[in-house]
């Protein structure tokens, strides 16, 4: 039976119906199309579905929507802010730590979890906080250069 | 992957949602996490007719320090949170990280203690997809007549493989258990049948709320091995949990309890380590219980990696670095003589 829910995505409250089997991935991207969360494995072992929810990394693919009444979900789409990309973003670009780019938004999230609790995270610190986040492309040197190179520009602020 | 159709409820009170799990007996589950069930349900492993939310029920993410009275860690508390609270890393470190063993970031966030202590018993023949399965044929645990992972058995061998649990047993934590007439608690270890098929005790209607840990004695040590693939997103291959309590005027064993994971259908219990009680540890009687402990443990293909015969082999490894960890951490030194 479909149920009436409020979901807070980027700042945006959308109000939509879904039935309880759908999982927020779905929702995102079938019924909201917001397509830069992606399904890779779809069996939560992948982090290609990453988003935000209330500050935790959580695995979309495995979070049922009608569990997110009310809830702050962060997606990729909304980290950008009037056009600028987010310094984790253009880090990405700058170190070329995007091959294939269906890892990128997951792991840019994971990332921004990491910088918010440990700002300046060592090397080692860095490879667990996306170890979440498997990527087939680049073999993770340049994601963490990445990810370092913002941790580095906090050292520096 | 399609989920199966479901009808969802999310009570707010403890006692509302062990009626309604009574009520529907076999066709409801309680969610907790979800991390374990999501992927049953997506294989139609399970196919819930009503799924039962316990996040609607207040209280139930709370740590509390009762100080000398140990800790009382609610079942909803998530393994991220378990491992980021301080009490926990200063008092309970072992816990923080059996904690961070397990999957990944993104599951010790969404996973809580009483999901993990209730993850279902896992098989390469079981957890597969409907289309695998039905090549196969039905297994024991999918209600058939055969088990494909020990061919010619009797019975289920889907090895139980949390990592909490190991750890918990060994610090003898008990759960509180509700249920509609209303509570109980129990020795952790009595959750755990030590059947593949049906794992554990619980029984419909009954939700675990809290996770009761006594205080840490003085002179105790311990620690949490897990041996996987990967530093992340995978099931242990072997956890081998220790903690020993010294005397307080020599060097002698007080007490010690050693639990195994990965290894059994349910977490396994190494008796033989009463047998230390009043010892003073030798490297000949280390390797008695690491021979025990190895002769107990019967490893089967349950998920990917190393061979069974390889992990059984490990356990001994294994079992005399988490005792020799354990008693260095109880004495401040190497312990063994």
Redesign the interface.
Known sequence: ?K?TITLKINGETYELSV?????LLDVLREDLALTGSKKGC????C?AC?VIIEE????SC???A??CQNKEITTIEGLSQNGELHRLQQSAIDHNAVQCGFCTPGWIL?AKVLLENNPRPSREEVR?????N?CRCTGYKKIEEAILAVANQNISS | MKLPKFDYAKPNSISECCKLLEEHGAMALPIAGGTDLMMAMKNWLKTPKILVDLCGIPNLNQITDLENDGLRIGAMVTLRHLAQNPVVREKYPVLANAALAVGSTQVQAMGTIGGNLCQDNCCLYYNRSPMFRQAMGPCYKLDGDRCHAVKGSKHCWATYSGDLAPVLLALKASVRISDPQGETSIPAEQLYSGDGKQPHTLQFGRVITEIQVPAPPVNCGNAYLKMRVRKTIDYPLLGVAANVVMENDDMAIHDIVLALTAVEKAPLMIKAADELKGQILTDELLDGLAEAAYKQARPISNTYGYTPNYRKNMVRTYVKSAVRQSLERATGQGGVT
């Open positions: 039976m149920t039935e309880p089997n759908q999982t779809d069996l939560g072992a982090g990453t935790e990394p959580t695995l495995m979070t049922l009608i569990r994971s667990r906080g996306i170890s979440g498997i």
